[in-house]
T-cell receptor
Framework: AQTVTQSQPEMSVQEAETVTLSCTYD???????LFWYKQPPSRQMILVIR??????QNATENRFSVNFQKAAKSFSLKISDSQLGDAAMYFC??????????FGTGTRLQVTL | DGGITQSPKYLFRKEGQNVTLSCEQN?????MYWYRQDPGQGLRLIYY???????QKGDIAEGYSVSREKKESFPLTVTSAQKNPTAFYLC????????????FGPGTRLLVL
């Protein structure tokens, strides 16, 4: 079975600074996707960024980028130029051939002035 | 606007009562999913459906039932057999089987009176 681990329950970053959220996963599959989802206080899950396992290039979406280390099974999220609106729970998630999403337990990100 | 809608936003259940949560999507997605989120935790899969008239149990299906009579709709019934139904319920959809991203609705908060 696949597992996703987020070892940082909470993180804090100052506005305009950079923060990195960690995620590790375990799988025996070769074809899979990894995702970062954001859950603001409204509680709707918003897709932030995705990474296909077969792509070596790290995904980037504006201020959000990932560091995908396939051999180490590591998938961290970097948020640059942090904004107050980035404050939320961030979930790392995995999906493989079973088409099911497996989520980590989340990291709560606080953004301070 | 294309998207996923869930209703109601809040739902109250009396002891011994069955309640049904609605999920509708107009994204023309084949696959739909139901997740449960408890405070401070990630999402856990209840049921999923990859095509009309077919669905599979997820990790915590006991006490829940679903139907998939139309591509656009995937209602979830919380039965009286579910002894701890208080949670936040999220519906999601994806293009189809395999390694694809899931997109989420705004959620339904279920409370037991």
């Amino acid at each position: 079975a696949q597992t996703v681990t987020q070892s940082q329950p909470e993180m804090s970053v100052q506005e305009a600074e950079t923060v990195t959220l960690s995620c590790t996963y375990d799988t025996s599959e070769s074809d899979y996707y990894l995702f970062w989802y954001k859950q603001p206080p409204s509680r709707q899950m918003i897709l932030v960024i995705r990474q296909e396992a077969y792509k070596q290039q790290n995904a980037t979406e504006n201020r959000f980028s990932v560091n995908f280390q396939k051999a180490a099974k590591s998938f961290s999220l970097k948020i640059s130029d942090s904004q107050l609106g980035d404050a939320a729970m961030y979930f790392c998630a995995y999906t493989g051939t079973a088409s099911k999403l497996t989520f980590g337990t989340g990291t709560r990100l606080q953004v301070t002035l | 606007d294309g998207g996923i809608t869930q209703s109601p936003k809040y739902l109250f259940r009396k002891e011994g009562q069955n309640v049904t949560l609605s999920c509708e999507q107009n994204l023309n997605h084949d696959a739909m999913y139901w997740y449960r989120q408890d405070p401070g935790q990630g999402l856990r899969l209840i049921y999923y459906s990859q095509i009309v008239n077919d669905f599979q149990k997820g990790d915590i299906a006991e006490g829940y039932s679903v139907s998939r009579e139309k591509k656009e709709s995937f209602p979830l019934t919380v039965t009286s057999a579910q002894k701890n139904p208080t949670a936040f319920y999220l519906c999601a959809s994806s293009i189809g089987q395999g390694v694809t991203a899931q997109y989420f609705g705004p959620g339904t908060r279920l409370l037991v009176l």
